[in-house]
């Protein structure tokens, strides 16, 4: 019984730490775990085949509302299959939470089947980890849980590993055992000093938060500054004046004063043409630089809103005002563009979809060009926030992401990816038909690598081969082999049903659009 009761007081505790959500990938080393958590009242599961698509899974539920889904896999390869996701939680500060399950000490290194060194497997991608006793007392295995759960949720948060060795037999008939108590713990306010400057010509740039955005906006009306915020700092949602939504065609097109001052939120932008400004003060709650040009020439780690309260500076309408009538000017120029184009391009489609999404949804985005198009010109009247794997920038799992984000945020999700993303994780569009909310899934397929046509590696005679991966290929099929309606077009959009939309574009009208 040893492994039940182990495998028990493990999931109790983590559902009495508050997580709920259980990601399972079929097992036998960790069936104790696998029953524990199908048979606990509190406890959600969902199963899937795929360790590489379940990690994502998580990882998106763990973005949506910051708290940590466990992940429950057997050794040996399937813990392998972990890596990607672990990597892209650990680099965007994203909670979560790997059960692994593991031989004990004597069935390690003598060739016993499905055995391997996983302890330290990830350590360069772990905030916390442990290889557990393969037998101890209750209290050993409920204190070692809720330590780890307080790294992963610290700051930053991230992802832990415990390392679970179970000794056959894995499987108990007793009755059920007791669930246990909570152990607590909390996180301290970080607050700077007030923090005072002298320039009037200031610029607010917000990248990707871990908190409300909106103390941030209220600095910059108080400021009178500009705001220049990345679509996932999801300022969009919250309109005004200071907001400069066309800025990065303005920088690339138009000779501007430079700012006296700039503020930095967050991650990095989207944008690589706002990266030239020097960033005179970045401020995060983490301690993590944030500065690839490395410009920065002030860091500030501190809650966002106690920062926000006591920063003073100096306003000057008139410069405000300049950059709003720039902002006007470029989004006259892109509408004349738009209307003169005679090609149905990725930032058409985008633009569209401004129009038809729902305030009850939130959006996903893809790397490569979804996200840049989306930066460009994704901008909704109201969306419940966006999301994207930007830690790493990496194209695979991102249908499972997605799906994750369903489970945690309870809304329905609509997801925008490239045709090199969607291959990539075809496994996981089985987690469509899983979801309790709608995943629509709107595929831009350009059949190939759209985002290399904008580099000088596109001149290259092997570039069609080698670089941008052209393919034939369409997703009719993959969506009927998983029973998921298919649809050509943005309108027979639908926000009641999970679905895929595959809008086909041409790299070569994409790369001339942006190019005019």
């Not at 306003?315 to 120029?333: A, H, I, T, Y």
Request: hydrophobic content about 40%.
């Amino acid at each position: 019984m040893k492994a039940t009761q182990e495998a028990w007081w493990i999931v109790d505790q983590l559902v009495q730490q508050g997580v709920k959500q259980f990601c399972i990938a079929p097992g036998s080393r960790n069936s104790p775990l696998i029953l524990a958590a199908a048979e606990h009242p509190l406890a959600e599961t969902i199963v899937h085949f795929d360790e590489r698509g379940l990690g994502f899974y998580a990882l998106g539920y763990g973005k949506g509302n910051n708290h940590p889904a466990a992940i429950l896999v057997t050794s040996g390869t399937a813990v392998g299959n972990l890596l990607p996701s672990i990597m892209e939680a650990y680099h965007s500060e994203t909670p979560m939470i790997l059960l692994t399950a593991d031989r004990p000490t004597e069935l390690r290194d003598c060739g016993a089947n499905q055995a391997c060194d996983q302890v330290k497997i990830f350590s360069s991608f772990l905030r916390w980890e442990t290889d557990t006793a393969p037998s101890g007392e209750e209290s050993y295995f409920r204190s070692l849980v809720a330590q780890g759960l307080f790294h992963a949720l610290a700051n930053p948060a991230g992802p832990i590993q415990i390392n679970c060795q179970f000794r056959e037999p894995f499987l108990s008939l007793n009755e059920p055992l007791s669930q246990g108590k909570p152990i607590s713990f909390s996180f301290p306010k970080l607050i700077s000093a007030p923090v005072t400057v002298r320039a009037s010509k200031g610029a607010i740039l917000i990248g990707k938060l871990d908190s409300d955005v909106q103390p941030i906006l209220e600095l910059a009306k108080r400021l009178q500054w500009p705001v220049f915020a990345d679509i996932l700092s999801n300022a969009r949602s919250y309109p005004t004046q200071e907001q400069i939504c066309h800025f990065d065609p303005i920088l690339k097109t138009e000779s501007v004063e430079k700012p006296e001052f700039v503020l930095h939120f967050g991650t990095r932008l989207t944008s690589k043409k706002i990266l030239d400004w020097p960033v005179d003060m970045h401020v995060a709650k983490t301690p993590y630089l944030q500065d690839p040009s490395r410009k920065v020439l002030n860091r500030v780690q501190s809650d966002i809103d106690s920062f926000c309260a006591s920063f003073q500076s100096h306003s000057d309408p008139n410069w405000l005002s300049e950059w709003k009538e720039k902002d006007l000017r470029m989004k006259e120029k892109l509408s004349l563009r738009f209307s003169s184009s005679s090609c149905f391009t990725e930032s058409a489609f985008i633009k569209q979809l401004s129009e038809l999404l729902p305030s009850d949804c939130a959006v996903f985005l893809g790397n490569g060009m979804p996200i840049r198009e989306a930066d460009l010109f994704l901008f909704p009247r109201k969306v419940a926030g966006f999301f994207a794997n930007r830690g790493l920038s990496g194209i695979d799992g991102n249908i499972a992401t997605a799906a994750g984000l369903t489970e945690s945020l309870q809304l329905p999700i609509v997801t925008i990816l490239g045709d090199q993303t969607c291959l990539h994780d075809l496994n996981s569009l089985p987690l469509l038909k899983k979801t309790n909310y709608p995943l629509i899934l709107i595929l831009s397929n350009n059949f190939g690598g759209g985002i290399f046509s904008h580099l000088p590696v596109s001149k290259s005679t092997h570039f069609e081969t080698h670089i941008s991966a052209a393919h034939p290929w369409t997703f009719a099929k993959a969506a009927q082999m998983f029973d998921i309606p298919y649809y050509t077009s943005l309108k027979e959009i639908s926000f009641e049903n999970s679905c895929v939309i595959e809008i086909q574009t041409s790299r070569v009208d994409n790369y001339r659009f942006h190019k005019i």
